[in-house]
């Protein structure tokens, strides 16, 4: 990984996006400390494993649903008598 300072990444970016471009990471910072990582935009989404995440959110979500119908209901007026007791 490669830094290089603020100043001069921006005089040279047309040179860093093609060195990025095939697959180094460079680090740009300002006074010594980094503020920005430029890497190579090369993660695809797997629609296979995202069809497959969304049906695992989708099941699990069903779950909880029924759960929470299955429960009595929240006793909103109970809970806030319990919490302002002892209040003066």
Avoid: C, Y
């Amino acid at each position: 990984m490669t830094e290089i300072g603020a100043f001069e990444a921006k005089n040279t970016l047309g040179t860093l996006l093609d060195r990025v471009e095939r697959g180094e990471e460079i680090v740009i910072t300002r006074h010594g400390r980094a503020v920005a990582r430029l890497v190579p935009n090369t993660r695809r989404v797997n629609q296979g494993q995202a069809q497959a995440a969304f049906a695992r959110i989708r099941q699990r979500s069903g779950r909880l649903r029924k759960a929470k119908a299955a429960r009595a209901p929240f006793d909103w007026p109970a809970l806030k008598k319990l919490r302002d007791q002892g209040r003066p």
